[in-house]
């Protein structure tokens, strides 16, 4: 008996975590639409229309975080959205990662919210 329920606690125990990290796309796609809203609300730095219109892809980073001292680092997890061919709307959300290094004279850090969009005139 005894060794039954510390097999039970054993198995909770190491499926709690991969119950948790199946959860963390969910809530940053959640985190991506409210980021997205909160920008275009804000009528004095939201995204101007015209881009929008123009817009091949966009791009969206929840918390894309930085940080610098002689070497740089920044790294963040988010979504992208492309306009479909037919121009019926946008594709589904897909999943991309921001990774990227820099050597130089600089000192800091930070943690933003990242929006881009790619267009080609």
């Known amino acids: ?35 997205l809203s909160e920008i275009m609300a804000t009528p004095d730095k939201s995204i101007p229309q015209e881009l929008l219109e123009k817009a091949h892809c966009i791009v969206i980073v929840p918390d894309l975080k930085t940080g610098a001292f002689v070497f740089g680092a920044k790294y963040g997890k988010g979504f992208l959205s492309c ?26 850090g930070s943690s933003t919210d990242s929006f881009g969009s790619s267009a080609v005139s």
């Open 1 to 35: 008996m005894k060794l039954i329920i510390a097999t039970t606690v054993a198995t909770t125990l190491a499926i709690v975590p991969l119950l948790a990290a199946d959860k963390e796309p969910a809530k940053r796609l959640g985190e991506s639409a409210t980021m």
């Open 83 to 108: 306009r479909q061919k037919s121009g019926s709307g946008w594709s589904a959300p897909g999943t991309v990662r921001v990774e990227g290094g820099s050597v130089g004279f600089q000192i800091g």
